[in-house]
């Protein structure tokens, strides 16, 4: 089984940044891709970044310029710039690939808060 724990949220002023970290443990082979997402209150949770092992990266229009997710070995990284009010909800990690004996995992982390005062 793959662990992942998000840290680095808080609370921060209109315009200001944030960087969110998360670490995978567990018997992990290889991770294919990895991402963030984010879930505000009353909203469905949402893709907003993904980087795969090649480093290719995608993201969703409203964080596209802002945001930037980056992955060292075993650890995801997102530089948040320019924080919006609109930008308040849980983030979360996400990771898939596969664990030692060949199994697949797709595994999410607990999320950590982030607040965007106006």
């Known amino acids: 089984q793959v662990q992942l724990a998000e840290s680095g949220g808080g609370l921060v002023q209109a315009g200001g940044s944030l960087r969110l970290s998360c670490a995978a443990r567990?018997?992990?082979?290889?991770?294919?891709?990895m991402g963030w997402a984010c879930q505000a209150p009353g909203k469905q949770r949402e893709l907003i970044a993904t980087?795969?092992?090649?480093?290719s990266t995608h993201y969703a229009d409203s964080v596209k310029g802002r945001f930037t997710i980056s992955r060292d070995n075993d650890k995801l990284y997102l530089q948040m710039n320019s924080l919006k009010p609109e930008d308040t909800a849980v983030y979360y990690c996400?990771?898939?690939?596969?664990?030692?004996?060949?199994?697949?995992?797709?595994?999410w982390g607990r999320g950590t808060q982030v607040t965007v005062s106006s």
């Open positions: 996400h990771a898939n690939g596969m664990i030692l004996g060949a199994s697949p995992f797709d595994s």
């Open positions: 567990g018997n992990i082979a290889s991770i294919d891709s």
């Open positions: 980087i795969t092992s090649s480093n």
